[in-house]
């Protein structure tokens, strides 16, 4: 059985979603007027920030596969 996504699908979608959570993360702030009490701010911010890592180990690897066939 095949896995429906490729590894560029998973890592265009951490790149996506990543990139919302960082602005989601950033329009809760108090600068933007009042936050909604119920969204935890710092939780918010560290699955941002852990996605985007995640985001980036994956161009790793897809750089390090390109120097390898070259």
Known sequence: MQFPLSFWDI???LAVTSMI???ASELTSPR???ACP???KKALKNVAIFTAIVFLIT???RIYG????T
């Open 59 to 61: 161009i790793l690897i």
């Open 21 to 23: 959570l960082l602005v």
């Open 66 to 69: 390109i120097i390898l066939t």
């Open 11 to 13: 890592s265009l979608w």
């Open 38 to 40: 119920l969204i935890n």
């Open 32 to 34: 933007y007027g009042s």
